[in-house]
């Protein structure tokens, strides 16, 4: 067996960039490329920090599995201790199949259909987040048909500027979820009257990629100022659930600290004597994952820049063209800076299909490998088969060892789903 990591990571040696110690380029040699390489390490380490960081206040860490629901991901969670949390019915199957029991799995998502939320009574899960009047009307009217009581939590809607990026804040009164706080106090006077529903707490999740502590803050007071109201009036809740949202360092820049993150939350929750839920998804999962790409081709742009076409894009990794999200990109087998102007673009057929602008590297020429950084979360999770691209394969680097964890999708596998 190899020698264990020297560090937890993607780190340099020599001019190599390694994963716990693994060259990239012999991983993509035997994986081909697009791929995307998880390191255990860091996922441990994540998870870790954010577990950490409650210094014995009660909680539970539900990771978001829509950050990244890669099998062997959700169960090297579950097997630190992780709970779940689920989006569909499907990202429910995973958690099952990855080993989390129901009542590790909060069912989170403001759209479930009755069918999926019929799945969640029946299983009987943690708790199922509702986020309308109406939901919460068709759960409980579930839960009677079947003879099965429901646990639900109240996502509020604080209408909270999360000030991240308009596609991904969640939390004001104009974004599609959650119940106003205006409604809120209505809707849980209905709740005495229906047997067969208990409702266990209240949620807010106000948006992801957040940095600045101030938004995730002020959500929490809510919680905890409702959940207070709501005991006041004898509901007998178990916990406060605070969803996810810390952001990452995608551009090398100061974002919160997580243990600073997490001391805010239970400072804010602390007066309520309730253990505290979280929902992270993208700390713990983004920086443990890169994306491989080769340079297929060169280009000339202008008089002063290149293009560098990659055989990764939009297709393997939509956030750039989504929300003109950054990544660092830097080659894997020579120095991670230079002086050379590129446009780093993949192979789809939409000029949108950029996946870094204005990038200074060391010259690029074809077969060159490229690294595309804090790809791990909100990465292979949303990778399409537009231009019958296929899904790419998944490695996981666990003690100095790689492996497939997903193969990398055959055009047979597209095709077996037509006539
Ligand atoms: C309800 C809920 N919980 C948790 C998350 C995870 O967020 P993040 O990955 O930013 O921690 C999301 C994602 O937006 C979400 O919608």
Same mark, same amino acid.
């Given at each position: ?22 060259? %990239? ?22 998870? @870790? ?88 009307? @068709? ?11 429901? @646990? ?67 959500? &929490? ?63 713990? &999962? ?57 446009? %780093? ?13 204005? @990038?200074? %590297? ?6 060159? %490998? ?50």
């Amino acid at each position: 067996m190899a020698p264990p990591p020297a560090s937890a990571g993607f780190f340099r040696l020599d001019r190599e960039l390694l994963c716990d110690g693994v060259p %990239l380029a012999d991983i993509a040699s035997g994986a081909g490329t697009p791929v995307y390489v998880y390191s255990a390490a860091l996922l441990r380490e994540r998870y @870790r920090a954010v577990d950490d960081a409650f210094a014995g206040y009660p909680h539970a860490v539900h990771y978001a599995l829509k950050a990244n629901s890669t099998l062997a991901v959700a169960r090297l969670l579950r097997e630190l201790g992780s709970s779940a949390d689920a989006n569909s019915v499907w990202e429910i199957d995973v958690a099952r199949r990855a080993g989390f029991d129901p009542s590790q799995i909060v069912f989170t998502g403001v759209g479930k259909t009755a069918a999926e939320l019929e799945c969640a009574v029946a299983l009987g899960v943690k708790a199922i987040n509702v986020e309308s009047a109406g939901e919460l009307a @068709r759960v409980d009217a579930i839960a009677q048909r079947i003879g099965r009581p429901a @646990r639900v939590a109240v996502r509020l809607n604080p209408d909270i500027d999360a000030k991240s990026h308009p596609h991904i804040s969640t939390g004001l009164k104009i974004n599609k979820f959650g119940v106003p706080l205006d409604d809120a106090r209505e809707l849980f006077a209905t709740l005495k009257g229906r047997r067969a529903l208990s409702l266990v707490a209240v949620h807010v999740h106000v948006g992801s990629q957040i940095t600045s502590l101030d938004p995730l803050r002020r959500a &929490a007071a809510i919680a905890a100022d409702i959940s207070l109201e709501l005991r006041g009036q004898g509901l007998p809740l178990e916990y406060v659930d605070l969803g996810g949202g810390l952001g990452v360092s995608y551009d090398r820049g100061e974002v919160p600290a997580v243990a600073d993150y997490i001391a805010a939350l239970v400072a804010e929750v602390r007066r309520t004597r309730l253990p505290i839920v979280v929902e992270p998804g993208r700390v713990i &999962a983004a920086p443990a994952g890169v994306l491989l790409a080769r340079v297929i081709d060169v280009k000339p742009r202008s008089a002063s820049s290149e293009f560098a076409i990659l055989d990764a894009g939009m297709t393997e990794l939509l956030r750039p063209a989504l929300y003109g999200a950054f990544h660092a990109i830097e080659p894997v087998s020579t120095a991670a800076a230079g002086d050379r102007h590129y446009e %780093l673009v993949g192979p789809v057929c939409e000029s949108s299909d950029v996946v870094g602008r204005d @990038r200074m %590297l060391p010259r690029l020429a074809e077969g060159d %490998l490229v690294a595309i950084r804090d790809a791990g979360a909100y990465g292979s999770v949303m990778a399409s088969n537009y231009n019958r691209r296929p899904l790419p394969a998944e490695v996981l680097v666990d003690n100095g060892e790689w492996r497939i964890v997903r193969r990398r999708q055959t055009i047979d596998d597209q095709l077996s789903l037509e006539t």
